[in-house]
Each structure stands twice: as structure tokens, then as C-alpha cells.
């Protein structure tokens, strides 16, 4: 057993399977659709298409952040345990809840004099989070140090490049990333706009390409510029989708065609609810290691 654990929130995309078996600790969001109360659970407590078919029919969907208390229940079993923990959080651009990590963690400071709790802002997001996460799990196996995959994070979390379009832009208009005006005139000329997570973490608008076809093509050709390697790129590669399975193995066939040194074959996961309350049906992400992100 390795003297630390490594932790971060559901909110990773992955499946509840993946994160236990690379021993991975996940303490949950929380979502509410039509006044209903539920745990991100990696789609346990709903189906996603469920969900969604709810949002578009009007429920209002809203998402919160982990506490600190359910932070300092989560922490607390491992250290009682004797181990040290280090947690990655939800990228502070889209979540505050990296800061109720933090006031936990310095909580149990005192009651833990013997162990720590490092946290640390992943500054990324969905299947992004996930991959992150992968990369520390393999310098963990290689019996790397907390300190020294907590120094890694901070050097490389933001070359986790994220790249993602949609098919609907309804959910993008009323969370307010993109205008009524531009999601009306985007609708009516079937423009998906690509969009990336920045330096800071944030969800960003960069193209407005006409067509599902296009910006699937866009999604390999903005790989191809960034990722490490160019078409030789030889690591992982996640795709994650929210309700579009057949676009997202489209982009995965695409991929693997133009780089064919992957490491693996191409992960797909579903988006989770809580990235999910935000996107609504038709969102695909693309993510992979590349250059670093500088604005």
C-alpha cells in the first residue's frame, strides 16, 4: 500500500470502475434537476438520458460544489488511516471548490499533526480531470513521492490540452456562454462552436464552424497543431460526450486514423452530470497532452 492516496472530485468523467481501479479516491458533487436532489455518482442515481430529456422538456438544473464538511468526512478516513493525501479539484475557473478543499485541509492540520492534506487546483475539467488523474496514477506506480507528483501538477496540469464543441446550443445560451443573439444566428446557420479551457482554467470560445462534420475535422486538426509529437503523438487520449455517442466515436475514428502511435486506443466516457447540468445533450471534448495552454 503507498504511504499517500491520491484523490479528486467525480467530476473527473471517467467511471466509477476506472478511479477504483487505479485506487483513486472520489468524493462527490451534487446536481439537482426539477427540485430533485442527487449525488454525481458517475450516473448511478440517473441515466443520462434521463437527465437530459428532463432539461430540454424545462427542468431547471443546477449544480453544487462539495462542502467542507463532506471534504473533512472524505480526507479524515485516510488520514486516520496514517496515510497523506493529495487531492486535485475541479478547475477553479469553472468551480470554487478548490477553496473549501483548502479550509478543510488546514482544519485537520492540528487533528493530524503526523499526515498531510495536499490540494492542489487541477485547472482542468470532465475527462481532462481524468486524464490528469492518469498521469499521476503512473508516476505514482513508479514510486514517485507526494511531493514530487504535487510539484507536477503545478509544472504540468495546464499542458492537459481540452478541446470541445457542440451539436445544441441551448444550455451554452442560458449559462451564459454564449449570447442569445449569437445562439440564435448560431442555430439558424448550424454553426457549433469549438471551444477550449484555457490558461486560467476557464471555458473559452474560440471558432464558429458551420456544421457537425467540420468541427469534428477542426477538433483532429487543432490536435494535430497542439499535441505533443504533432501526428506522432504517443500518449493517452480521452474523448468524453454528453448523449452524442455516434459524434464522439466519429472524433475517435478520425484520431486514431491520424495518429497512429496512440498510446492505447482512444477512451470514450460519458460527460457526468455535473459538467453535464452545464452542456445539456450534443457536447463532445477532445483531450490530450500538449502544448502548454498561455491564454
Not at 15 to 38: C, K, L, M, N, T
Not at 195 to 223: A, C, H, W, Y
Not at 229 to 243: E, L, M, P, T, V
Amino acid at each position: 500500500m503507498s504511504d499517500y492516496v491520491l484523490s479528486c472530485c467525480t467530476t473527473i468523467d471517467t467511471a466509477r470502475e476506472w478511479a477504483d481501479e487505479r485506487g483513486i479516491a472520489v468524493v462527490p458533487f451534487h446536481y439537482e434537476v426539477g427540485g430533485q436532489s442527487y449525488e454525481d455518482d458517475f450516473w448511478q442515481a440517473m441515466r443520462p438520458e434521463d437527465m437530459y430529456a428532463r432539461m430540454l422538456r424545462g427542468e431547471d438544473a443546477k449544480t453544487s460544489q462539495v462542502s467542507v464538511g463532506e471534504y473533512t468526512e472524505h480526507f479524515k478516513k485516510y488520514l486516520e488511516e496514517g496515510r497523506d493525501v493529495l487531492h486535485l479539484t475541479l478547475s477553479s475557473g469553472i468551480s470554487g471548490t478548490v477553496n473549501s478543499a483548502m479550509i478543510a485541509a488546514e482544519e485537520l492540520k492540528d487533528k493530524y499533526p503526523d499526515n498531510r492534506v495536499i490540494v492542489r487546483d487541477s485547472r482542468a475539467a470532465s475527462s481532462g480531470f481524468g486524464l490528469l488523474m492518469q498521469r499521476l496514477y503512473e508516476l505514482q506506480t513508479q514510486g514517485k513521492t507526494i511531493d514530487e507528483l504535487s510539484d507536477y501538477v503545478k509544472e504540468h496540469r495546464l499542458e492537459v490540452n481540452h478541446w470541445f464543441f457542440t451539436s445544441d446550443l441551448t444550455f451554452f445560451i442560458k449559462g451564459g456562454r454564449v449570447t442569445k443573439t449569437a445562439g440564435f444566428f448560431g442555430t439558424l446557420l448550424n454553426i457549433c462552436p469549438l471551444l477550449n479551457v484555457d490558461f486560467k482554467g476557464r471555458l473559452i470560445p474560440r471558432e464558429k464552424i458551420r456544421t457537425k462534420k467540420k468541427v469534428i475535422q477542426r477538433s483532429v486538426e487543432k490536435m494535430e497543431e497542439m499535441a505533443l509529437g504533432g501526428s506522432a503523438y504517443a500518449d493517452h487520449c480521452y474523448i468524453s460526450h454528453s448523449a452524442c455517442l455516434q459524434d464522439a466515436q466519429a472524433l475517435r475514428d478520425l484520431v486514431e486514423d491520424k495518429f497512429p502511435k496512440l498510446k492505447g486506443k482512444v477512451e470514450i466516457f460519458p460527460i457526468g452530470p455535473t459538467i453535464g447540468c452545464h452542456t445539456g445533450p450534443g457536447c463532445v471534448a477532445l483531450f490530450f497532452w500538449g502544448q502548454t495552454r498561455i491564454d
